[in-house]
């Protein structure tokens, strides 16, 4: 009776330590699968989203210019340009509405479209700006 207590604890200090030492991911993001929270289920399938910024966003103006992920933003009034910003397969973009905030696809920008972008990392101190977005904005949707 007593090796077989021994043998029991034995195995889970083992287990305990793999996990610890991150070895045992796979098996730990098997546990995660099974004990997930309702609300966790909800969140993914939410459709209305939020920015994770709650900075001020780093530029604004409008889209007058779109090359691929490349986008050209200007001054809405005086088409300055303000900054060259590159979307990436990471960057949110969301569309403003009536009901707040709503997740979009990158195929949805415009030319004339009012936006504003984030960006959490470094930016190049360059004027125009030149950064990869984080989050974008669709002010309205006034494209053309």
Request: proline residues 13%; without cysteine.
């Given at each position: 009776m007593m090796k077989k207590k021994w043998i029991w604890g034995s195995c889970l200090l083992l287990l305990t330590s793999l996990l610890l030492m991150g070895?045992?991911?796979?098996?730990?993001?098997?546990l995660h699968a099974l004990f997930q929270f309702p609300m966790d289920k909800m969140r993914e399938n939410e459709r209305e989203a939020e920015p994770r910024s709650k900075q001020p966003p780093v530029l604004q103006g409008q889209i007058q210019q779109i090359n691929g992920d490349r986008i050209v933003?200007?001054?809405?009034h005086s088409n300055e340009v303000k900054g060259y910003v590159t979307i990436t397969k990471k960057t949110k973009i969301f569309q403003k509405g009536n009901a707040g905030l709503v997740e979009v696809e990158q195929e949805d920008l415009q030319v004339g479209m009012d936006i504003s972008v984030w960006q959490d990392g470094?930016?190049?101190m360059i004027y125009p700006a030149q950064l990869s977005a984080d989050e974008v904005v669709i002010e309205n949707k006034s494209g053309k």
């Open positions: 070895w045992g991911l796979p098996i730990e993001n098997g933003v200007v001054e809405n470094p930016i190049l």
